[in-house]
């Protein structure tokens, strides 16, 4: 399965990030995967971030929970973070990446630099 991150280099503060995974070689919809976002500040280690499964359940971590929704269009075979009321400490190089249930995360996509600023 190969994941390929597409969306804003630069993000003005306030505004809402979005970035779109779009996955090729396996269904989204494929039993037992889950896809999520994953991001490393400069300088920080790797932050999870949300994730949907295959079901389409979601799930967030409670350091941006009030900000994350994760969404999928399965016909299109991708999946979609948005992110509101992004600050400058939301400047970091985003990930997709697809887990199993175990959380493992085997597959990444290349990662996309976002920048905050005004």
């Known amino acids: 399965v190969q994941l390929q991150e597409s969306g804003p280099g630069l993000v003005k503060p306030s505004q809402t990030l979005s970035l779109t995974c779009i996955v090729s070689?396996?269904?989204?919809?494929?039993?037992?995967?889950?896809w999520s976002w994953i991001r490393q500040p400069p300088g920080k280690g790797l932050e999870w971030m949300g994730a949907?499964?295959?079901?389409?359940?979601?799930f967030s971590s409670p350091s941006v929970k009030s900000r994350v929704s994760i969404s999928a269009d399965t016909s299109c075979n991708q999946f979609t973070l948005h992110l509101s009321s992004v600050t400058p400490e939301d400047t970091a190089l985003y990930y997709c990446a697809r887990s199993g249930s175990s959380w493992h995360f085997g597959s990444w996509g290349q990662g996309t630099q976002v920048t905050v600023s005004s």
């Open positions: 949907i499964a295959y079901s389409g359940s979601t």
């Open positions: 070689g396996g269904s989204i919809t494929s039993n037992r995967y889950y």
